[in-house]
């Protein structure tokens, strides 16, 4: 069974601070997503990742696929940066598979 | 060009009743899924959609179902409604083309059931 650990669970920041959300997951993969969640429920996909590293804007996403470990870093955070960053993975190599989630690092950024 | 739209945004049932909610996919996707959030389980899986065929299922009951049109537009089902199914329910739509179709989601029903 696939499973996805996020850490922290809860994190508040001063505004401008480094942020790091770290995710694990115990099986191979054909990809991992990075969701950013406001209140209200929306979701939007941040990045979608399978090796290497992605870069959009102050928002940072790694992948080590042999540690089965991910990372989404966001430089000089803001309040509006504040929402729910949740991990997800497809298992296997046929892409097809549904995704499976973590359990969301819930973000607060104070001014 | 238009995200994707669930309707309606709100709705309070009884144990017991019925509920059936409705996604519109981004023109073009032919894949829609379907997902529960609770606070206690976060998000989960409940079915795909890939050209009118369901291509995956997860882990639910068979009170819940769901269906696809030719349009892709989908609904899903939930019948004999129970508490636990109070859950903000959420539809994503992809052109379905392997584990690289970036997903877009719609901003969900909140279902509650009383």
């Known amino acids: 069974k696939n499973e996805v650990e996020q850490s922290p669970q809860n994190l508040t920041a001063q505004e401008g601070e480094f942020i790091t959300i770290n995710c694990s997951y115990s099986v191979g993969i054909s990809a991992l997503h990075w969701l950013q969640q406001h209140p209200g429920g929306g979701i939007v996909s941040l990045f979608m990742?399978?090796?290497g590293k992605k870069k959009h804007g102050r928002l940072i996403a790694t992948i080590n696929i042999q540690e089965k470990h991910s990372s989404l870093h966001i430089t000089a955070s803001h309040p509006r940066d504040s929402a729910v960053y949740i991990c997800a993975v497809r298992s296997g190599d046929s892409g097809n598979t549904p995704l499976v989630f973590g359990k969301g690092t819930r973000l607060s950024v104070i001014a | 060009k238009a995200g994707v739209t669930q309707t309606p945004r709100y709705l309070i049932k009884t144990r017991g009743q019925q509920v059936t909610l409705s996604c519109s996919p981004i023109s073009g996707h032919r894949s829609v899924s379907w997902y529960q959030q609770t606070p206690g389980q976060g998000l989960q899986f409940l079915f795909e959609?890939?050209?009118?065929?369901?291509?995956n299922k997860g882990n639910f009951p068979g009170r819940f179902s769901g269906r696809q049109f030719s349009n892709s537009r989908s609904e899903m089902n939930v019948s004999t409604l129970e508490l636990g199914d109070s859950a903000l329910y959420l539809c994503?739509?992809?052109?379905?083309?392997?584990?690289?179709?970036?997903?877009?989601f719609g901003n969900g029903t909140r279902l509650t059931v009383t």
């Open positions: 990742l399978s090796s």
């Open positions: 994503a739509s992809s052109s379905g083309q392997g584990a690289f179709s970036p997903l877009h």
């Open positions: 959609y890939f050209s009118e065929t369901q291509r």
